[in-house]
C-alpha cells in the first residue's frame, strides 16, 4: 500500500473560498476565484499523489476537546460552526462518507501509545475540514474522521497525538492538519513585522533538511518562546496542527506547497 503523506492547510477566513468578492467585498483575493481556492483544488496534483488515500483523518482548528475525541460517524454531516456570512455558506453540501472501522481502529492507536481517548458518533464535519477538502476531493469518495485537539493547547501534549498518528500513513491514510499559519491581521494593509518574522521562522523549522528530527521537535515545542508566537496566534488552535502534522510526519523536513499574505494572515500550506 502507497504511503501517504502528511499535510497542513492553512483553511481561510470561516467559507471564504465559496463566496465571490463581487458581492462579499471583505473576501476580496480569498474567494472562490483566488489563487488561494485554486491551491486546494490543484492539492492532489501538486502533492503528487501516487494513489488515493484510504481514508482522510483531519486534525482541525475548530475542534478542541479536554479529552483526545475520535469521531466515528459513517454518515458526517456538515457543522457549519461560522455565522455573520451570506445564505448559501450555509448550503455547501459534501457527502464524503466516514469510516467507522478505521476511526476506531485510530481511537486503539492512539489509547496503545498511552493516550487517554474517546469518541464522538455525533458530530459532524466542521470547516475546517469541509472548506479546503472540499475543494480537493470534489466527488467526496474517499472516507473522511476528525480527531480533535486537546483543549489545554499544550504542545507537548498535542505533540504526543501527532506523533501516535505517525505510522497511519503507511497505511495509506492521509494525515490533514487544518489551521491557519498566522490568524489575525486578514485587514491589515501590509503584512506587520510580526508576521513576516512568524513566517521567517516557521518556514525555517519546518523545511529546514538540515535539522534532524529531534532538533525540529526541539524547535517547536519552544514555539512559545518566540515574541512574535502571541501576535501571530492569540489562541493556538489555530497553530496547533502545524507541530501535529510535523510530529505526524516523524519530525522529518517538509516543503512549502503554497504561500501568500492577506494582509497580516499568512495561507500557507506544508507537505511532508
Known amino acids: 500500500m502507497y504511503k501517504q503523506p502528511v499535510i497542513f492547510l492553512t483553511h481561510g477566513a470561516g467559507p471564504c473560498f465559496y463566496l465571490?468578492?463581487?458581492k462579499e467585498k471583505w473576501c476580496k483575493g480569498i474567494d472562490k476565484h483566488s489563487n488561494c481556492a485554486k491551491s486546494f483544488k490543484d492539492l492532489t496534483k501538486n502533492a503528487n499523489f501516487k494513489e488515493p488515500p484510504r481514508a482522510?483523518?483531519?486534525?482541525?482548528a475548530h475542534w478542541d476537546e479536554n479529552i483526545c475525541t475520535v469521531q466515528t460517524n459513517n454518515k458526517p454531516e456538515l457543522y457549519y460552526d461560522y455565522s455573520g456570512f451570506p445564505p448559501e455558506a450555509?448550503?455547501?453540501t459534501w457527502n464524503v462518507p466516514g469510516d467507522v472501522t478505521v476511526a476506531k481502529?485510530?481511537?486503539v492507536l492512539l489509547e496503545s501509545k498511552g493516550i487517554q481517548c474517546v469518541e464522538n458518533n455525533k458530530r459532524g464535519l466542521d470547516h475546517g475540514v469541509f472548506v479546503p477538502l472540499k475543494l480537493a476531493f470534489p466527488k467526496a469518495d474517499v472516507p473522511v474522521f476528525q480527531v480533535s485537539l486537546l483543549r489545554s493547547m499544550n504542545l507537548e501534549d498535542n505533540m504526543k497525538i501527532g506523533e501516535a498518528l505517525s505510522e497511519l500513513s503507511k497505511d495509506g491514510i492521509l494525515i490533514v492538519g487544518s489551521g491557519s499559519a498566522t490568524h489575525t491581521g486578514l485587514f491589515d494593509n501590509k503584512p506587520a513585522d510580526w508576521a513576516l518574522?512568524?513566517?521567517e521562522w516557521i518556514q525555517d523549522v519546518v523545511t529546514n533538511p538540515d535539522y534532524s528530527p529531534e532538533q525540529r521537535k526541539s524547535k517547536l515545542l519552544e514555539s512559545e518562546s518566540q515574541s512574535f508566537l502571541q501576535s501571530a496566534h492569540p489562541r493556538l488552535d489555530h497553530f496547533l496542527p502545524i507541530p501535529m502534522a510535523c510530529?505526524?510526519?516523524?519530525?522529518k523536513a517538509g516543503k512549502i506547497l503554497y504561500s501568500e499574505f492577506k494582509g497580516s494572515m499568512l495561507m500557507e500550506h506544508y507537505l511532508f
Not at 482522510?56 to 482541525?60: E, N, Y
Open 247 to 251: 510530529a505526524a510526519a516523524g519530525y
Open 56 to 60: 482522510i483523518l483531519v486534525l482541525s
Open 197 to 199: 518574522q512568524f513566517q
Open 90 to 92: 450555509y448550503k455547501l
Open 105 to 107: 481502529n485510530v481511537k
Open 20 to 22: 465571490d468578492a463581487s
